[in-house]
Every structure is written in C-alpha cells, then in structure tokens.
C-alpha cells in the first residue's frame, strides 16, 4: 500500500479558490442527501493553552473516510502562524486502508472560505458590490478570495481591532487582488451600506449587531464555532433568514443560534435549512431583494474530506508530494 504526504506548499498549489468552491458544492449537496457520516466534532483542552480536536467522517462521493486532527493555539496568530495546524487523513472505502495523509491548515483556511464562497453565491443578491471583511488574519485573507470567485466586487472594506494592522492588511491584499480595499475604523462603518459581510474573528461577544444591519444585506458569520462564543448578537440572528452547514451541529455547537434561542428571540425553527439543500433546490434560499441571509459556518469534516481527495487526486496525477510503502 503507498501512503502519499502532502504538504501546506503542495495544497496551496493545487487548491485555488474556485476550484475548491466546486468541491464544496459538491460535498454540501452529499452532505444534504444523507451520503455522508459526520459526527460532531470533539476535543479537549491542553494545558499549554490550546485545544486538541478531531473530526472523523464518511463521504459517499468519492468514496472516502477519515478525519481532521488539529491543535488550535489562538495565540499562534500573534506570530504570524496558523491557530490550526494538523493533518486530514484519508482511507480508501474498500479494505480501509489509509492512503493520503494531507495538511489540515492549508485545507480548513481555504475550504472554510470557499463553502462561504459557495453560500455567497446561492444567497447574495446578484448585484452586491460592496464587502466588508471584519478581521484581518488568514481568514480574512481567503475570505476575500473567495468572494471575488463570486461576486463583482469592486469596493472591500477591512475592520479590526488593531488600525495599523488593519491598515497593512488592506495594503497588501489590494496589492494582490487588485481591487480597492479600504481599513475602517470600527465594525458598524465597515458593515454599513455593504452588501456582504464576512465575520472571521474569533471574537467571544458580538461584534455585529442587529441594529446596524439594512435589508437586502448577506452574512458569513464564520469566526466562532463553539457554544457561549458568537459574533453577532441575538437581534442580528432574529432579523436574518438562517441557513447553516449541518443543522444537527447548529443545534449542538453554533452559540450565535443557541444565545438568541436562549434569548427567546427566535427557536429551532428559524433554522430554515442547510446550504446543501439550497444548492439542491429542496430549500429556498433569498426571496427577495429585501431579505437579510445569514450563512452560520462551524465546519464539516465531509468538506475537508473533499478537499483533500482532491488535492490527492491531482497530486498523484502529478507526481506531487512524499510516498511511503507499508
């Protein structure tokens, strides 16, 4: 049996952005017609202030099963490094036997994007041309890739809490897309008036709030994934069409639904379905221009399942990373 590596490098290269976007609608359509095993994801704290954590899971196509195993150190991002660094590790469905072992940090920062890509494209208004980014790291980054994939966006604005960095962070993807970005000065001028918001901070409390939003408006709330911790307020959940990637996870683990639950502002149906089952048709997404949609994302272990079979696949058609006989 040959066991192929491949590295942050080799992922980067063979993942771009719009292709990884195609995956993602491939695997969230899967995800949504029950061909997909994902239990919720778990893990532990260290004591080195960091958190160890692991998703297994099965796709039915391609065929594949394996899981995620990350550490996430928050305080990496200070350093200029990944806060999830690990490895996707892939078996083949017939003997079980594994055959790829991919870096997870490359795969979760681009495919986490790109799944918001894909929700931006079936629940934005066609005509949006403003962006606002809220954060600035590796997130940030790909979030702006991703939405270029989709929307003719000619005006990003750049939110966080740090204005220099802000400032070089606007400096620098401008440089690399081409394409006015713009560092404001706090959260609520950066989101009003734009037709598209990404939050990808991390922050613990709300750095949205209802109040601020204005119809016609679509969210990726992206930067939170554990219960107690959320971006964006009870009032901006309740005024917003809710879609999320697994609704049993939403339940579970999204404390932006859980809190405005707990808040008596709305209850489990304000759930209106998963992004796959837009993307098939069995659940209507925006209907109208006035609508305000929100896409919660926790992250699915099928979509880095798909992404790293695909890389694997143009990896070996390439010739690309490190082989092992066992």
Request: charged fraction near 20%.
């Amino acid at each position: 049996m040959e066991l192929r590596v491949i590295g942050a490098e080799q992922v980067i290269e063979l993942l771009p952005m719009a292709e990884c976007i195609e995956v993602m609608d491939g695997a969230m359509r899967h995800a949504a017609l029950d061909d997909a095993i994902m239990p919720l994801r778990v893990g532990f704290k260290l004591p080195e202030d960091g958190l160890f954590g692991w998703m297994p899971g099965y796709l039915g196509d391609p065929p594949v099963f394996g899981a995620k195993l990350v550490g996430v150190f928050e305080k990496n991002f200070d350093l200029g490094m990944h806060s999830h660094n690990g490895v996707v590790a892939l078996f083949e469905t017939e003997h079980g036997r594994p055959f790829a072992i991919v870096d997870a940090a490359e795969i979760t920062a681009i495919r986490t994007a790109a799944a918001s890509g894909l929700a931006t494209r079936l629940l934005a208004r066609p005509d949006t041309t403003s962006l606002a980014i809220l954060g600035y790291g590796v997130q940030a980054q790909q979030h702006i890739a991703a939405m270029l994939c989709v929307r003719d966006f000619t005006d990003v604005r750049v939110w966080g809490r740090s204005a220099d960095k802000a400032q070089a962070f606007c400096t620098e993807q401008a440089a690399r897309h081409g394409v006015a970005i713009t560092p404001f000065g706090s959260a609520r001028a950066a989101i009003d008036g734009a037709d598209v918001i990404c939050t990808v901070t991390g922050s613990p409390t709300p750095i949205v709030l209802g109040d601020w939003l204005t119809p016609g408006q679509h969210i990726n709330a992206v930067g939170t994934s554990f219960p107690g911790l959320r971006e964006l307020d009870g009032r901006a959940v309740a005024r917003s069409l809710l879609f999320v990637d697994l609704r049993e996870g939403a339940l579970a683990q999204a404390g932006e639904f859980q809190m405005a639950r707990d808040e008596g502002l709305i209850d489990d149906d304000h759930i209106l379905g998963e992004i796959g089952e837009v993307a098939l048709g069995r659940v209507e997404g925006r209907t109208n221009a006035e609508d305000i949609t929100l896409y919660k994302s926790l992250g699915l272990v099928v979509q880095d399942l798909a992404a790293a079979h695909h890389v694997y696949e143009k990896a070996v058609a390439r010739d690309v990373g490190v082989t092992a006989k066992f």
